[in-house]
């Protein structure tokens, strides 16, 4: 089992910046990718940065150029530093995890708002 505890969300201005964390625990070794995911109001949940084992980044088009997703192995600990955020930015994020077996597991989310 993984558990998943982001933080870092809130309220923004259009063109500032946040870095949503998220801590691991349980059994971490077992994980081979972590990303995050976010879900506006009326939308599907879209993966918007992935990482994997071996420290490959991916981005969607929507946050590429403007965000950057880092893991510290030693602090079971992912990152997602989000710059230029934009009011379409706002959503839910959700932090990500698949471990060997191909099991998924989420954080419970935290609230990104960009609104002036």
């Not at 089992?1 to 933080?7: D, G, H, M, R, T």
């Not at 063109?15 to 349980?26: E, F, I, N």
Request: glycine share 12%.
């Amino acid at each position: 089992q993984v558990q998943l505890v982001e933080s870092g969300g809130g309220l923004v201005q259009p063109g500032g910046s946040l870095r949503l964390s998220c801590a691991a625990s349980g059994s971490t070794e077992s994980i081979v990718f972590m990303g995050w995911y976010r879900q506006a109001p009326g939308k599907q949940r879209e993966l918007v940065a992935g990482i994997a084992g071996g420290g490959t980044t991916n981005y969607a088009d929507s946050l590429k150029g403007r965000s950057t997703i880092s893991r510290d192995n030693a602090k079971d600990m992912l990152y997602l530093q989000m710059n230029s955020l934009k009011p379409e930015d706002t959503a839910v994020y959700y932090c990500h995890a698949v471990n060997r077996r191909a099991v998924f597991y989420w954080g419970q989310g935290t609230q990104v708002t960009v609104s002036s």
